[in-house]
């Protein structure tokens, strides 16, 4: 089932599947977080805080519009 990456909660797992931004695509795709890699959320902060990630081997914070406009499918 597809969902938003910030509907998840900590410690759950999902698979990139596409970005609604180019602007947000490629600024991760740098880091080399792509449709297909496994994403892992580390931690959520309260009250619409920052979501902490790991993808690729690299520990990202985004922002929570940020995590709103990554496509996801959880497992």
Request: proline share 4%; net charge negative; with cysteine.
């Amino acid at each position: 089932m597809f969902k938003k990456l910030s509907e998840l909660t900590t410690g759950k797992k999902a698979i990139i599947k596409s970005f609604e931004s180019d602007n947000l695509f490629l600024k991760l795709m740098e880091m080399g977080c792509t449709p297909g890699e496994i994403i892992v959320i580390e931690h959520v902060a309260p009250f619409k805080g920052p979501i902490s990630v790991s993808v690729s081997g690299y520990k990202l914070s985004l922002r929570i519009d940020e995590a709103e406009q990554i496509i996801v499918e959880d497992f």
